[in-house]
């Protein structure tokens, strides 16, 4: 069709990724533990748990810096818990697999995305199709103000935004303790897109790139 955008269409059937790292660096300082992968049905509003792994390494070979991260002082999950996982390539593989032609999105898209997936090794450039932020969205709805010069509203971190845009109800589950575990934010993240939906506050389409933006 011409002059055909995918800002014209959207699938009702969205991924929504969120990772857990071992940094704010991005690759290749820091590295992916945590993956989860959700799929969300925006007409139905069901939000279907997809995919979750930890993602192993030889933690031995880690500097103090990996071995120290937030992620390992301040959740669940442990450095055992990375050396006994299934490997990088294995999840690498299954992720790509379940994102390959999808419409995708996360709480976050500069940081999971541009820092880690769309960087070597996992090189997820141009497999799918990446919708609007949600975070990007949220910060318009929640409108929480800036400390920073020039820019009028902050980016609301994920409970804040869940807290507020959801007004006290609690799809996901966490009873008020976001658990920093990949799969459980991006499904926090996942009703967050569905409300704005709803309310007319978000447009997957708005802002996407296509595949063939990625090459």
């Excluded at 442990?78 to 990088?88: K, S």
């Excluded at 960087?119 to 949600?134: A, N, V």
């Excluded at 799809?171 to 007319?200: C, F, T």
Aim: charged share 25%; proline share 4%.
């Amino acid at each position: 069709m011409a002059g055909f955008t995918l800002d014209d269409y959207y699938s009702d059937e969205i991924l929504v990724l969120d990772t857990e790292t071992t940094g704010l660096k991005g690759a290749p300082d820091d590295v992916v533990v945590d993956i989860g992968i959700t799929k969300v049905s925006l007409s139905k509003g069901t939000v279907k748990e997809l995919y979750s792994s930890i993602v192993g390494y030889d933690v031995d070979e880690w500097n103090d810096y990996r071995r120290n991260a937030w992620i390992f002082e301040n959740t669940d999950l442990t450095l055992d818990m990375v050396a006994e996982a299934p490997p990088l390539v294995h999840v690498m593989d299954s992720v790509r697999r379940i994102l390959k032609g999808k419409w995708v999105t996360s709480y976050n898209v500069a940081y999971d995305f541009d820092k880690f997936l769309y960087r070597e090794p996992w090189s997820l450039k141009g497999t799918f199709y990446q919708c609007k932020d949600i975070m990007i969205a949220a910060t318009e709805v929640c409108k929480f103000p800036s400390e920073y010069y020039g820019r009028q509203y902050r980016y609301p971190k994920l409970d804040a935004a869940y807290a507020k845009i959801l007004d006290g109800r609690d799809p996901a589950g966490i009873a008020g303790d976001q658990k920093h575990r990949a799969l459980s934010d991006a499904v926090m993240a996942s009703y967050i897109m569905i409300e704005m939906w709803r309310n007319g506050e978000y447009n997957p389409g708005t802002g996407c790139r296509s595949r063939s933006d990625h090459r």
